[in-house]
């Protein structure tokens, strides 16, 4: 992939992104106005009104757990902290800067379990240290040693291996950063998010799952 595809290697932050709002389209015409009166009782009403669709107050992104449930977890490595019963699917690159710092705050989250999905984009000539992480046999251990301490597993790239099937999956489910989080609602996240904001994704994430279990 070349720049231009959306993939980058952004130092310390990650990718920064711009979301679409979410335009509430109201039938009553009274409502329209309040709407776009901009004080403090409108804009709490537009807010009720987003939280009702089930959307990210932040970005106005809407569950997706169809885009969760498609996908091919046995493809990635599984990393469980805690009880592991939040659950975030993690795309990324071992030569991705905001990756590596992305690892760090990983290891700070608790009850989680990570599904880490191989993508050797921005170093391709190196795909062959992502297999040697595949095919160690303490996979979890193998890349926090490579993207924390820079050792590349002594394993022998020669198992059967999903990279390339992780690298022919990035347009199907468009994937633009590294790294890209997928909560288990479908909701997504790009860069080295903040510890925090990862815990209020992860917890609003299981609440929509649970809720559309219910419906």
């Not at 952004?10 to 009274?30: F, K, M, N, S, Y």
């Not at 990210?56 to 992104?61: I, L, N, S, V, Y």
């Not at 991705?96 to 921005?122: G, H, K, M, S, W």
Request: net charge neutral.
């Amino acid at each position: 992939f070349q720049a231009e595809d959306g993939i980058r290697d952004v130092a310390v932050t990650g990718v920064q992104t711009c979301a679409l709002p979410i335009l509430v389209r109201e039938r009553d015409h009274v409502t329209r106005l309040v709407a776009l009166a901009g004080t403090p009782v409108a804009r709490d009403y537009e807010r009720r009104i987003v939280a009702r669709t089930g959307a990210d107050p932040a970005t106005g992104e809407l569950p997706n757990v169809a885009l969760w449930n498609g996908m091919p977890l046995e493809n990635a490595i599984k990393i469980v902290h805690g009880d592991g019963s939040r659950k975030m699917a993690v795309f990324t690159d071992p030569y991705c800067a905001a990756c590596q710092a992305f690892e760090r705050t990983a290891q700070q989250l608790d009850d989680v379990t990570l599904y880490v999905f191989l993508l050797p984009v921005i170093r391709p000539d190196r795909k062959e240290v992502s297999q040697r992480v595949w095919c160690s046999p303490d996979r979890a251990q193998a890349w926090r040693s490579l993207t924390t301490h820079e050792r590349v597993p002594e394993a022998a790239a020669n198992c059967a291996n999903p990279i390339d099937a992780n690298l022919a999956m990035v347009p199907s489910i468009a994937i633009r950063a590294t790294p890209t989080l997928i909560f288990a609602d479908g909701r997504r996240g790009q860069g080295n998010l903040a510890t925090a904001a990862v815990e209020e994704r992860l917890e609003r994430s299981s609440r929509a799952v649970i809720q559309t279990a219910a419906r």
